[in-house]
C-alpha cells in the first residue's frame, strides 16, 4: 500500500522560504509521478508542480509547475530516500494553502488531481507579516 507523508510547512513572513518533504513507501519512485497541490480555503485543489518517474530525453528530471509559482519554486527528489522535496522561495501571501503530495504510478506526470490515486495528508503554509 503507497503511503505518503509531507512535512516542512510552517509559518513564514512574504519573501521567506520553506521547504517541503515527502516521504513515500510502498513503491519506489522510479515508478511513480509525484506531484504537489495545494488547497487554500474556499478554493479548489491547484497543481503546484509535479515530478515524472522517468527522466526527460536530454536525462534531466521532467518536471512541471503551476503557472503561478515559476520560478520560485522547484521540485526535486532523492531516490535513495524515496522522498520528494518542494522548494519554495520568495514566497507571497496568495502561496498560503494546505500543501499536498500525491502519486501514480507512470511514465509522466501532470497537474490534474484526478490523475494521482494516492494522497498525503497534507502540510500547512502560511505566508503573513
Known amino acids: 500500500q503507497l503511503q505518503l507523508a509531507e512535512s516542512g510547512g510552517g509559518a513564514v513572513q512574504p519573501g521567506g522560504s520553506l521547504r517541503l518533504s515527502c516521504v513515500v513507501s510502498g513503491l519506489s519512485l522510479q515508478y511513480l509521478n509525484v506531484a504537489w497541490f495545494r488547497q487554500a480555503p474556499g478554493e479548489r485543489r491547484e497543481g503546484v508542480s509535479c515530478?515524472?518517474?522517468?527522466?526527460?530525453?536530454?536525462?534531466?528530471?521532467?518536471?512541471l509547475y503551476g503557472e503561478s509559482v515559476k520560478g520560485r519554486f522547484t521540485i526535486s527528489r532523492d531516490r535513495a530516500k524515496n522522498t520528494v522535496f518542494l522548494q519554495m522561495n520568495n514566497l507571497r501571501p496568495e502561496d498560503a494553502a494546505v500543501y499536498y503530495c500525491?502519486?501514480?504510478?507512470?511514465?509522466?506526470?501532470?497537474?490534474?488531481?484526478?490523475?494521482?490515486?494516492?494522497w498525503g495528508q497534507g502540510t500547512q503554509v502560511a505566508v503573513s507579516s
Open positions: 515530478i515524472s518517474a522517468v527522466d526527460g530525453d536530454d536525462g534531466n528530471e521532467d518536471t
Open positions: 500525491a502519486a501514480f504510478a507512470g511514465v509522466n506526470c501532470n497537474l490534474q488531481p484526478m490523475a494521482y490515486l494516492d
